[in-house]
C-alpha cells in the first residue's frame, strides 16, 4: 500500500455519485482518520439528497456537474452497485488514477498486500498477506480476506463476508452479506454470490448463484 494515498483528506475531495449508505461508509472513514476534508459531492442523478444524513462534521458541497477545478482534487466513488460502478467512471471519462484509496481506521491489513486506486473498506475488516484489490472495490464492514487473495475491479464485497486463502474473484462482481468462499475457489467475472451462500466450487462468469452449498441459478443479465 502506498499510504501516501491518504494525504488527501486534510483539503478537499470530490465524490462521484451520491448512494447514501456509500456516503456513510466515506464518512465513516474519514472521522476515524481524523480527516474532515471539504467535501465536493457530485449528484450525478439529480437525485432529491436527504442532506439530515450527512455527518455534521463536514462540510459538503452538491454539485450537478464537474467543473474545471474539480479535476485537479482527488476523486473518491460514492456509489456501491457493481452495475453503476464502471458505466459512471466511463461516461465521465475519468482515468481510474484519479481515485484514492480510503480505509477504516479499525481495518488490520498486511503490509504485503496491495490495495489499486479507489479501493475503499469498511470498518473491522481484515485481509491477509500477499492480496491484491483491485481498482475501485469496495469492501464492506467485518469482511475477511485470506492471503493470496485476489479481487478484480469495480467488485462489491458486502458485510459479513468470509473469503480464505488463495480464492480469484473476477471483476465486477458482487459477494452478498455473509457469504462464505473457501480455499482456492475461483469466480468468473460479472458473477453475483447470493447472501449468506456457501461456496465451496468455482464459479464461472455472469451467473447468478446461491445456496449452501451455493448453486448456479440463472444467468446474470445485468
Known sequence: MNLEK???CNDKICIIGSSVPMLSMVLDNLESRKQFPLIYLLNNLGLNLETHLFHKSFEILIIDKLEKEHFSLPFLLGVN???????????????????????????????????????????????AANSTIH???????NVSIGHNTE?????TINPGVNIAGFVTIGERCTIGMGANIIDGIKIGEN??????SLVTKDIPSGVVAYGNPC???????I
Open 135 to 141: 481498482e475501485l472495490v469496495t469492501i464492506n464492514r
Open 215 to 221: 448453486k448456479i441459478i440463472r444467468k446474470n443479465e
Open 191 to 196: 458473477s453475483i454470490i447470493g447472501a449468506g
Open 81 to 127: 452497485k457493481v452495475a453503476n460502478k464502471q458505466s459512471i467512471v466511463q461516461s465521465l471519462q475519468l482515468e481510474k488514477e484519479k481515485f484514492v484509496y480510503l480505509t477504516h481506521q479499525t481495518t488490520s491489513i498486511s503490509s504485503t498486500t496491495v490495495l489499486k486506486d479507489g479501493v475503499i473498506v469498511n470498518c473491522l475488516t481484515s485481509i
Open 151 to 155: 479481487i478484480g475491479a469495480y467488485s
Open 6 to 8: 491518504l494525504e488527501y
